[in-house]
């Protein structure tokens, strides 16, 4: 019979055809909970070989470490005087080019994300891990690959945000890169208007942020009648007002960006929503070992052959085995993104081709999801499970 390809943790597992028990579903011995280390060791190498504990996802909000710097003044051409920070203290952001940084020490779990100190990104990092060491990178692609080059232990990435949606360049990346999810943050961002010190609000005539920031603070923005203009991250824009010394420009931050860069805040959470909740996931180079004592969450991403009714049926597999999902996303395939098919009586069509994220609160040690993608096996050409790993339940 044939055989299709599916990776679990990096590893390729053949379809073995039907049946319902947990073992049989895989074509695997996956019992999880009595041999996860046998089973690894005899189908995927050294997949977990060396396997350290993981540092676990903190359930309360750290106190940020505040930021020392020098506050200096410069004369501006017509002799008045502007606000400049020190910034050579604060590290700077690698990019996907210079990834060549030595290491630290071990001291510390370093932790990347993307964007300068202030970030929202780097406030999920240190909420997962409070002592970590936040590793600045410049581009999403440039954490992943801190990660793999071992300049980071771990990165800390946005995937979906509850006004502006889901980071679809996150999604395409965790394809293309052999990370593994390991935990989640959920973090209420609250945006700030900043300007120099001395400027009020109504001085303002641009404002610039990251887009989505922008996005979700559309009715506050208008309603001050000012130009937004789109810049590569939150904190960077607030860098940037500080550093040139714009008195007619503000920036949509965090409370931290403005404190770290010599900034006033303007006007508190001027989100349209109050609710403004970002989920972010934490990705390492090694999966962790899933476990059945607290609540989890898996990750997985597959690919449908063609058929009527296929991703009903696709969906289905969990919902008869009482699998709650709390998020599926689609994606065009980028290398292969048109199927043809024969369905209709003048010739073939062409449709897109997708793969499909889906997110489910079970863990990979409850035999309901090993029979679930077992039987999701039977409908799916490519299956790959991105991480089981414990859920963020708080903000």
Request: charged letters at 25%.
């Amino acid at each position: 019979m044939a055989l299709k390809s599916v990776a679990v943790w990096g590893c390729s597992l053949p379809h073995l055809g039907r049946g319902d028990s947990g073992s049989r579903r895989f074509g695997l011995a996956l019992n999880w909970r009595k041999e996860t280390d046998k089973f690894c060791k005899w189908k995927c190498g050294s997949v977990f070989a060396g396997l350290s504990a993981i540092t676990p996802v903190e359930d309360e909000s750290p106190t940020l470490p505040a930021v020392e710097l020098q506050q200096l003044t410069d004369q501006t051409e017509n002799g008045s005087t502007k606000l400049v920070k020190d910034l050579s203290s604060l590290p700077r952001p690698l990019s996907v080019s210079d990834l060549s940084a030595s290491p630290s020490d071990g001291s510390k779990v370093r932790v990347a994300y993307q964007g300068v100190p202030g970030a929202f990104s780097e406030a999920a990092a240190l909420k997962a891990y409070p002592q970590c060491e936040a590793v600045p990178c410049d581009q999403f692609e440039a954490a992943f690959k801190a990660v793999e080059l071992w300049l980071a232990d771990k990165a800390v990435l946005p995937m979906e945000n509850s006004l502006g949606g889901s980071i679809h360049r996150n999604y395409d990346l965790l394809l293309q890169h052999r990370l593994h999810i390991v935990g989640e943050v959920q973090l209420a961002v609250k945006h700030c208007l900043l300007g120099l010190p001395g400027v009020r609000k109504e001085d303002l005539k641009r404002v610039l942020s990251h887009p989505q920031a922008l996005s979700q603070c559309e009715n506050n923005l208008s309603k001050l009648g000012v130009v937004r203009e789109s810049v590569d991250d939150t904190a960077g824009a607030a860098q940037f007002v500080a550093v040139n010394g714009l008195r007619d420009t503000g920036a949509v931050a965090s409370a931290r960006a403005a404190e770290i860069y010599g900034l006033n805040i303007l006007a508190e959470g001027i989100q349209d929503d109050s609710d403004n909740i970002t989920r972010f996931l934490i990705l390492a180079r090694d999966p962790i070992i899933p476990r059945t004592n607290r609540l989890f969450k898996t990750s997985i991403v597959f690919t449908l052959e063609e058929g009527p009714g296929i991703l009903f049926k696709a969906l289905a597999v969990f919902a008869l085995r009482n699998i709650n999902l709390t998020k599926i996303e689609s994606r065009p395939q980028r290398k292969r993104p048109l199927r043809v098919v024969d369905d209709s009586n003048d010739g073939s069509a062409k449709y897109f081709d997708y793969l499909f994220y889906i997110d489910f609160e079970a863990s990979m040690a409850d035999p309901r999801a090993q029979n679930a993608l077992g039987h999701l096996q039977e409908f799916a050409t490519f299956l790959r499970v991105l991480g089981s790993y414990p859920m963020d339940t708080f903000l």
